[in-house]
């Protein structure tokens, strides 16, 4: 069984379009910041930006608390197959198309293999977490990349990634860092919840990587 959190469609194999909930893609039009956001302010609405998993945006829930209360719902409502034996996995969606990422390549906006992709961290949330740990770090002045290019650049083209370039100095270094560990992090916290949501139950939990990440 997959708790599936994201949109279908957009993405590569997707044959139907399935977007998040209605009620959830509302919040978005009044506060469009829920979503993922690249540099040049494009909002991507397959899945809610890791910026607001703790902000209670939602009719008084975050974004978490939604996540673990359809984990328990299912657990409940599917209490007799789970009890059989008969579900023995639970893959827990944790981004884009299931897949614990950033939506960096979406298709749906123009990307294109073997295209760079880009940072999508601009959302309102994102932007002042990294600022936070910025001044944290000692360094107030730093903002988020503006020179890592667009989705179908090469890394050359960038003044981020071409050789010696702003990935090598210390605040490349230290957005890099931030960058993965929120993601990370993202990962560890709904895991946690769904560890306790199927706490007893006899199935394997699983999380889907994107292949082309592999290594």
């Known amino acids: 069984a997959i708790m599936s959190f994201h949109q279908c469609g957009g993405n590569v194999g997707d044959v139907v379009n399935i977007p998040i909930p209605q009620w959830v893609r509302d919040a978005g039009a009044t506060?469009?910041?829920?979503?993922?956001?690249?540099?040049?302010?494009?909002?991507?609405?397959?899945?809610?930006?890791?910026?607001?998993?703790?902000?209670p945006l939602f009719q008084g829930r975050t974004a978490v608390q939604m996540y673990a209360d359809y984990m328990a719902s299912f657990r409940e409502n599917m209490k007799k197959f789970l009890d059989a034996g008969t579900i023995v996995d639970i893959e827990v969606g944790l981004g884009p198309a299931g897949e614990m990422r950033y939506p960096s390549y979406p298709q749906s906006q123009g990307w294109v293999f073997?295209?760079?992709?880009?940072?999508?961290?601009?959302?309102?949330?994102?932007?002042?977490?990294?600022?936070?740990?910025?001044?944290?770090?000692?360094h107030p002045e730093w903002e988020l990349p503006d020179d890592a290019g667009e989705y179908n650049d090469t890394p050359e083209k960038t003044q981020f990634f071409k050789d010696n370039g702003t990935y090598l100095t210390e605040k490349g270094k230290f957005f890099?860092?931030?960058?993965?560990?929120?993601?990370?992090?993202?990962?560890?916290?709904?895991?946690?919840?769904?560890?306790?949501?199927?706490?007893?139950?006899?199935?394997q939990l699983a999380i889907k990587i994107s292949g082309i990440h592999w290594w």
């Open 31 to 55: 506060d469009p910041d829920i979503f993922y956001t690249n540099r040049g302010g494009t909002r991507n609405i397959e899945y809610l930006t890791l910026g607001v998993d703790d902000q």
């Open 114 to 138: 073997p295209g760079i992709g880009e940072f999508i961290c601009y959302d309102k949330y994102l932007e002042a977490d990294f600022k936070a740990a910025a001044a944290k770090a000692g």
């Open 176 to 203: 890099l860092s931030w960058y993965s560990n929120k993601l990370i992090k993202h990962g560890d916290k709904i895991l946690d919840e769904a560890n306790k949501v199927f706490l007893g139950c006899r199935v």
